[in-house]
């Protein structure tokens, strides 16, 4: 069995809609999906039948994998069906005609559909799988009093977790592209729940955002990841440690003293820590924004532009901020075309060295992508084909492993 046909718990709990009018693909979509471990697949032969199905399904539908090319309601009525029904789902869409896609793409997201793929076919049971790994953490279904919108769990017990010390960080690693050494790690906030095993932060940052809790869970995560770092430096392992902030918390002018004197009793250089935000403050608190983000250069601290995409002014809207390094978010460019992708690719690089800054490649996936970046000039990779998010004793494992075989190339 290959590495795409091994069949996963998660997806077996998972519901499908297959929307495709030609049969024989019909087929070669659920069979791929039963190879993954699906068990619960629905089939409809056009648009319109598919929006019945998905309307009336109880368990709802999870993931809806569609055709665009069809008689009747093509795939891009569809989809905007789909999106005024307003129910949580993923999407990954699929056709023949690769010209289509990216203005379906941002059409679909402009909608507020969680696409999870936008796919040239022929679809493969890798691809299906990958799109479908995106979909890890659905968003709540329901509507309860106690609940947060985009959390499953109640506030209450969230915020028992950080008091039970139940929330810890996990570790992705950055890696530089030619010689593979470790860069650094970004924290991924994890709550090992009693009950629910492993829980990812979709699950819970939603809730303590909106409860203005993100302080706590960045400070907890800092406090967390410090000794962390402070062990690799010690096994020869040169890479800090990139924590994430909430927007929100930059309106904040007690930050800086704040976070800085977690690091200080660390005993922890602040050149071997980054910030990441999740995009550049825009309007409100920018003057507070600025002074913070000023202020964690001023003492040493690397700072991260996490997600960007490039815009016509990408550059001169940027200059004011004073970020160190930018990571392009992959999946913001897949389906498009090679040679939008490319020029996409290209503009974000453009961006970052016009900052004097790093430009980071995140959600690597294949090695066919790795070839692209490297052929287009990024220096620094991370994504699930580089290594999955990392409790800290497996990822120093696994740093002092990958030190030992980029020494023996």
């Not at 999906?33 to 539908?61: H, I, W």
């Not at 071997?272 to 550049?280: S, Y």
């Not at 003492?299 to 970020?323: C, K, N, Q, T």
Request: aromatic share 6%.
């Amino acid at each position: 069995m290959t590495s795409a046909q091994v069949q996963d718990p998660y997806v077996a709990g998972l519901r499908f809609l297959i929307v495709e009018d030609h049969g024989f693909q019909r087929w070669t979509l659920g069979h791929y999906l039963e190879q993954l471990g699906a068990k619960t697949v629905f089939n409809a032969g056009d648009g319109q039948t598919a929006l019945e199905m998905y309307k009336s399904a109880d368990p709802p539908v999870d993931i809806i994998i569609t055709d665009l090319n069809m008689p009747g309601m093509d795939g891009i009525q569809f989809v905007h069906h789909v999106a005024d029904f307003g129910k949580p789902v993923g999407l990954v869409l699929v056709t023949a005609q690769e010209a289509v896609l990216p203005s379906v793409e941002a059409m679909t997201r402009e909608y507020g559909v969680n696409l999870l793929a936008a796919i040239k076919k022929p679809v493969t049971a890798e691809i299906l799988r990958t799109a479908i790994a995106r979909y890890r953490w659905p968003p709540e279904r329901g509507s309860g009093k106690d609940s947060t919108p985009g959390s499953r769990l109640p506030l209450e017990r969230i915020v028992e977790g950080l008091d039970n010390d139940e929330l810890e960080p996990f570790f992705q690693p950055e890696v530089e592209l030619s010689s593979r050494a470790i860069r650094s790690a970004q924290v991924l906030p994890r709550w090992r729940h009693p009950s629910d095993g492993i829980v990812a932060l979709e699950e819970f940052l939603p809730a303590l955002e909106a409860s203005g809790h993100a302080d706590r869970l960045a400070t907890e995560m800092l406090r967390k990841a410090l000794p962390t770092c402070k062990s690799w430096r010690i096994a020869g392992i040169g890479a800090t440690v990139s924590v994430p902030l909430s927007l929100s918390l930059l309106a904040d002018v007690t930050l800086v003293d704040r976070l800085m004197e977690t690091v200080r009793e660390s005993q922890v250089d602040p050149r071997h820590v980054v910030f990441e935000v999740g995009e550049p403050p825009a309007t409100g608190d920018l003057g507070k924004a600025l002074e913070n983000l000023s202020r964690f250069r001023l003492y040493g601290f690397g700072l991260s532009l996490d997600g960007h995409v490039p815009g016509p002014s990408s550059a001169a809207e940027l200059a004011r901020f004073p970020f160190t390094e930018v990571k392009v978010d992959l999946s913001s460019v897949r389906g498009g075309g090679k040679v939008l992708r490319r020029a996409v690719l290209e503009a974000a690089l453009a961006t970052a060295k016009a900052l004097r800054g790093t430009a980071i490649a995140d959600g690597v996936e294949s090695a066919e992508e790795m070839v692209v970046l490297r052929d287009v000039g990024y220096e620094v990779v991370q994504g699930p084909f580089v290594a999955s998010p990392m409790k800290a004793s497996d990822f120093l494992r696994w740093s002092v492993d990958s030190k030992a075989r980029a020494a023996a190339r």
